[in-house]
């Protein structure tokens, strides 16, 4: 049995359900009397409400109800909110505008809903959506953030002067001033990193359920935090009192961070349960998802990064414009600033960083966290950056970054991080070796042969995860605490049940988690069960984003599993007569060491609630809790090589090489964690090569399917190489560091350096399509 335990590659006990299709999401889930929702959106950017007329939706078949946004403010209903506070630098808080889950008076995004109507079926509620007729008045629209800032730009929120949300600094501007003016060499460059849509398998649903009997509310909702759902939607929009809401959120298709946040459509889910008095269903399509599902990254910066005589960096200064789209999302506000400048130091020992971040509305979805969630954009921002001061330098890419590596640690960087672990060599010399990086010369000049540009790009990541500890991103302006919760119940029978406040969306929870009991009990992980997701069944935990699961979520498990087992010992020593110390636990039984005495697991487990046999004053049962909360965040870290191959006469890039080495501490199951870098890599490959979102100039959105917005598929991808490198984590009892946002942060640059290498360029845009590769040859060659 040791064989299931922590390090073993254990195939996933939840994947029997999905890939039989018996999975349970909430497009599944079916409610006596339950009706369909459908939503009228805006088909304008910006525009105002002027009337809104619901006569001829209302008398069509099957419909139930037609509701507006002036009833919900009626009902008393709240904005949605962001919840985390950032001030400016001259300390004035950031400028949330009013965001109505319908709006009433104004509309700030092609895709903004207004009207909810609820019908028998699902197409009798559509057809009637589109016989409400508003009228509107259309305002000029700004969708490009540096474009938002100017005078002459159109006014989004009254409560946001320019449209600036904040303007917000971090680090040491004297000094990196300094560092700049007496620097033998400095490399200048301007970043775009693009704008995406997360695109989750599963599109977004909600299910509201009002019991009149027992004034009692349920949402089922594809939710990656279902207890701050229930927290956020009782505390601050009214929508039910706390202990009369139940949030579940069941099996769930992916969520790369999209499915963290309140989304309008839960909120009216509910209240339109209790207007109607039926349960009321919403599922989108994809074309909703493409429109308002929280987008990803958008940021627009300037970098200068100095060096001196001997290559080291001296200073690193960023300005950066962040677009936070029509209204501010839950976690927003920390993405371009506490999740994104902190990690500007990077793999490197940089003595002065300052990075200045101004926040913007525009007329476009909001911007939230996805995948990464700011790190990407600071390793994108400086790992460009790195590749181009090496050329601009004439060295090595791979020798100037080890020159400026961190070498020892404990490590303060001047922008709030401090790394406990780590060994960036290790990682480096992993891929080098891995990517045969000596005999690219060779391959390169093969290419060129066959026609073909070739070309090699490297990436060091770090990034901070397992977001910690609470009192820390509280003092940063966290409205919520960063701790997790668990508890572990042996049942009579000796099986177990692990509640964790973790969420599982994709991530094997269900198997990586019993492995945890299995190495700690020896019990066969098909005699674990773990349950989360149900706010009526697990106390309050704080969910799955930023590769905390496994650093902050297992952690808890690990102290849950402490008390269980120090109280299975004094039941063991009791009923085998012995000393409490001299017990010990292997394959699934209680021992005294060095005899041949022991108690099964079960028989102990049974005894515990039986109860006719337990020493004096003990409780009866066998269930423990506990809640952890972090000392630090954690580091992964790890360096990534690209190589690509270009026809220059059509500008196809193919990824002929991918190599990945990355430090992701202790591991509890390598196969997960290599599919979890497969996926990161094959979304950060995306972002280089295929996916950007496109407005117009009037914020309709250009890209609203597959048809115009390009995903990755199997035959972009290479095979890759991966390997791990082990620097334990000091700061929590497992010694991991978190894997699952890795792949997504270190490939986008590593992706552009090698394309750029190949055409012998400085820059060029994600994503780099073939029109847009195909534009930079031609420009290289009229030079």
């Not at 959106?41 to 105002?48: C, G, K, Q």
């Not at 509890?668 to 290599?674: H, L, R, T």
Request: hydrophobic content about 40%.
């Amino acid at each position: 049995m040791g064989i299931e335990g922590v390090g073993a590659r254990v195939a996933r006990k939840e994947d029997k359900r999905f890939i039989t299709g018996a999975g349970r999401y909430v497009d599944d889930m079916v409610v006596p009397g339950m009706k369909h929702a459908a939503f009228v959106r805006s088909p304008h950017a910006h525009a105002e409400i002027k009337k809104i007329d619901v006569k001829k939706a209302q008398a069509m078949p099957g419909v139930i109800g037609v509701l507006t946004g002036k009833e919900l403010k009626a009902d008393g209903i709240g904005n949605l909110i962001c919840g985390w506070m950032i001030h400016s630098k001259d300390g004035s808080p950031m400028k949330m505008g009013a965001w109505s889950p319908l709006a009433f008076d104004r509309v700030r995004y092609v895709g903004d809903a207004v009207v909810v109507v609820v019908a028998e079926t699902k197409g009798q509620a559509r057809d009637a959506a589109e016989a409400v007729d508003i009228t509107y008045e259309e305002l000029k629209a700004v969708v490009d953030a540096p474009k938002a800032l100017e005078r002459s730009a159109p006014q989004i929120h009254p409560e946001a002067d320019g449209n600036l949300i904040f303007d917000w600094e971090l680090g040491d501007s004297a000094a990196t001033n300094a560092a700049i003016k007496a620097a033998a060499h400095i490399t200048r460059m301007k970043i775009v990193n693009n704008r995406l849509v997360p695109n989750a398998m599963e599109p977004r649903a909600a299910l509201g359920h009002y019991d009149k009997a027992e004034d009692h509310y349920t949402c089922w909702t594809t939710s990656q935090n279902p207890h701050l759902a229930r927290l956020v939607m009782s505390a601050f929009y009214n929508v039910a009192p706390e202990n009369k809401l139940r949030v579940i959120a069941p099996d769930v298709g992916g969520g790369f961070g999209s499915k963290i946040y309140i989304y309008p459509e839960e909120i009216i889910c509910l209240w339109a349960s209790k207007k109607t008095g039926v349960p009321v269903k919403w599922v989108a399509d994809r074309t909703e998802s493409f429109l308002t599902d929280a987008h990803g990254r958008d940021h627009v910066s300037t970098v200068e990064m100095a060096f001196d005589k001997d290559n080291r960096i001296t200073g690193l200064k960023v300005d950066t414009i962040a677009n936070l789209g029509a209204y501010m999302s839950l976690f927003s506000s920390c993405v371009p600033t506490y999740l994104y400048a902190t990690l500007l130091s990077g793999q490197y020992d940089i003595p002065a960083i300052h990075a200045n971040v101004r926040a913007v509305y525009t007329n476009t979805a909001p911007v939230d966290a996805y995948r990464g969630a700011g790190r990407p954009e600071a390793t994108y921002l400086l790992e460009r950056t790195m590749e181009t001061a090496a050329r601009e330098l004439g060295v090595s890419p791979a020798e100037l970054r080890r020159k400026n590596f961190i070498t020892a640690f404990p490590h303060q960087t001047p922008v709030i991080m401090n790394y406990d672990a780590g060994d960036y060599a290790a990682s480096l010399d992993a891929a080098i070796a891995a990517a045969d990086y000596a005999g690219f010369a060779q391959r390169k000049a093969d290419a060129a042969n066959r026609g073909k540009l070739r070309g090699i790009g490297m990436s060091c990541y770090i990034e901070a995860c397992g977001l910690a500890p609470s009192a820390a991103v509280g003092s940063l302006g966290a409205g919520v605490g960063l701790w997790e919760s668990a508890e572990v119940r042996v049942n009579a029978a000796g099986t177990i049940e692990v509640l964790t406040g973790s969420h599982s969306h994709g991530q094997g929870h269900e198997t990586t988690f019993a492995q945890l009991v299995n190495q700690r009990f020896g019990v066969p992980i098909d005699s674990v069960s773990i349950v989360h997701g149900d706010t009526d069944k697990v106390q309050m935990g704080m969910g799955t984003y930023g590769s905390r699961s496994g650093a902050v979520g297992m952690s808890a498990v690990v102290k849950a599993l402490d008390k269980v087992e120090a109280k299975a010992k004094k039941i063991a020593a009791h009923l085998l007569e012995a000393d409490e110390g001299d017990i010990v636990i292997e394959n699934g039984a209680l021992k005294v060491a060095g005899t041949d005495k022991q108690v099964p697991w079960f028989q102990m487990a049974l005894a515990a609630y039986t109860a006719h046999n337990l020493p004096g004053g003990m409780e009866p049962g066998l269930k423990e809790t506990s809640f952890y909360d972090p000392s630090n965040f954690t580091f992964p870290a790890g360096c990534y090589v690209c190589e690509v191959e270009i026809d220059p006469e059509t500008g196809v890039t193919e990824v002929v090489q991918f190599v990945a080495a990355d430090d992701f501490g202790n591991i509890i199951n390598p196969m997960i964690v290599e599919g979890q870098v497969h996926g990161g890599v094959a979304q950060g490959i995306g972002q280089a090569l295929l996916e950007g979102t496109r407005y117009d100039a009037s914020g309709q959105l250009l890209t609203a399917s597959y048809m115009d917005y390009a995903m990755p598929r199997a035959d972009d991808l290479p095979s890759f190489k991966v390997s791990t490198s082990n620097t334990p984590c000091p700061g929590n009892p497992l010694g991991i560091k978190g894997c699952g946002e890795a792949g997504a942060i270190g490939s986008p640059p590593a992706v552009i350096n090698a394309i750029t290498d190949a055409i012998g360029i400085t820059d060029i845009a994600m994503p780099a399509s073939p029109s847009t590769v195909w534009a930079a040859i031609r420009a290289t060659k009229h030079r």
